[in-house]
């Protein structure tokens, strides 16, 4: 029986996810690639929906790894996508209630199916848990992704960081438990 933490490459690559080795636990270690990865996927995939304000206002440096570190023990499960060499190249985070606060992948394999896969491995562990839906603060480009996996946009989010309006979408989905 495969390890319900970890998808093994195979696994991956059925998904259309080529690039994965595996999909596993968060580690402390991976704290700093994956504050990385949250930096530059805003920076580079966001600010195409976004203006230049608003993505400053939103990740205005590379956050803290310390952050990341007491989210991965605050009671939320943390997945990470890593490739042949282990390092982090997407991440994603399930809280006990069904809230799905990141979804981030690196901006060098959006594209390439390894966020849904991982969104698929977030998805399993939240009906593994008995959930009976997820939802999210979506953002512009994460919106489309979610509507493609059975999302509905609740309602527009309007509110300021920093000073700077932005915005982004409350989107839920209920899951059937087979």
């Not at 495969?2 to 690559?13: F, I, K, P």
């Not at 929906?49 to 440096?61: E, L, M, S």
């Not at 901006?107 to 969104?119: F, N």
Request: glycine share 6%; aromatic share 10%; proline share 4%.
């Amino acid at each position: 029986m495969r390890n319900a933490t970890e998808w093994q490459h195979s696994n991956a690559r059925s998904c259309g996810a080529a690039e994965i080795s595996r999909i596993r636990i968060f580690r402390d270690e991976n704290a700093p690639m994956i504050a990385e990865i949250f930096f530059s996927a805003i920076h580079q995939i966001a600010s195409a929906h976004y203006t230049r304000a608003q993505v400053d206002a939103w990740a205005p440096a590379i956050p803290d790894s310390e952050r990341f570190v007491v989210r991965g023990s605050d009671g939320r499960t943390i997945f990470v996508a890593v490739d042949e060499q282990d390092s982090p190249i997407a991440f994603g985070d399930l809280e006990p209630d069904g809230h799905i606060d990141h979804l981030f992948c690196s901006p060098a394999h959006a594209g390439t199916g390894v966020t849904a896969t991982l969104y698929d491995r977030l998805e399993a562990a939240g009906r593994a848990a008995g959930i009976d839906f997820l939802y999210v603060e979506a953002s512009e480009p994460a919106r489309r992704f979610f509507l493609k996996r059975g999302f509905q946009v609740d309602h527009r989010r309007d509110f300021e960081i920093r000073g700077v309006t932005i915005h982004n979408y409350r989107m839920t989905k209920t899951l059937h438990q087979d």
